[in-house]
Each structure stands twice: as structure tokens, then as C-alpha cells.
Nanobody
Framework: QVQLQESGPGLVKPSQTLSLTCTVS??????????WSWIRQPPGKGLEWIGY???????YYSPSLKSRTSISRDTSKNQFTLQLSSVTPEDTTMYYC??????????????WGQGAQVTVSS
């Protein structure tokens, strides 16, 4: 059973960089053909996919967040990390890590972490 767990500061100051780590157990982040993703859900809005780091180590980001996003991994710890720079209060929301797989061109998520609330405030 794959399990994902987010961790990181719950409070970030405006203009700083948000950093969250997802620790994966029950499976390796280098296993073919999984895409380790970050997703968020702003209040009152739908889910917003932020980006992923693939089993190969390659990354792909949402065009709307690409300029501020970096996803990296530590294979020795089976973790992957989100960094979102220049945050504003609009980045306040729940952040989730998830394991993605492609079905054709559709990326779906079978396993999710419980989520981490991040608040951007001075």
C-alpha cells in the first residue's frame, strides 16, 4: 500500500518561498511509470495541479505557476519537494502530494497524501 505524507511549515511570509516535502512509503519514486505530483485546492475553487516530477527525474509544471515552481527529489529518502517562490496570500490553501499515472493523455491520481495547510501571512 502506497502512502504519501506532506510536511513543511504551515505559515510562510509574503514574498518568501513555500517549501513542502512529500515522503512516500510502500513504493519507490523511481518506479516506472509514476508521476509524483503536487496539487492544491484554493478555497471555493476546484483542484489545481501544480506540477510533477516523473520517475525519470524529469519535471513538468503548470504553465500558470511555472515561473515560480520547482519540484525536486531525494531518491535516498524517497521524498520529493515542492518549492513555490514569491508567495502571496492567494497561495494560501491546502497542498496535496499525489501519485499520478497516465491513461493515454489523461493524468489521474490513485494515491494522495492527507494534505498540508499553508497560510501566507505576515
Amino acid at each position: 500500500q502506497v502512502q504519501l505524507q506532506e510536511s513543511g511549515p504551515g505559515l510562510v511570509k509574503p514574498s518568501q518561498t513555500l517549501s513542502l516535502t512529500c515522503t512516500v512509503s510502500g513504493g519507490s519514486i523511481t518506479t516506472n511509470y509514476y508521476y509524483w505530483s503536487w496539487i492544491r485546492q484554493p478555497p471555493g475553487k476546484g483542484l489545481e495541479w501544480i506540477g510533477y516530477i516523473a520517475y525519470t527525474g524529469s519535471t513538468y509544471y503548470s504553465p500558470s505557476l511555472k515561473s515560480r515552481t520547482s519540484i525536486s527529489r531525494d531518491t535516498s529518502k524517497n521524498q520529493f519537494t515542492l518549492q513555490l517562490s514569491s508567495v502571496t496570500p492567494e497561495d494560501t490553501t491546502m497542498y496535496y502530494c499525489a501519485r499520478g499515472e497516465y491513461n493515454g493523455s489523461y493524468l489521474y491520481f490513485g494515491y494522495w497524501g492527507q494534505g498540508a495547510q499553508v497560510t501566507v501571512s505576515s
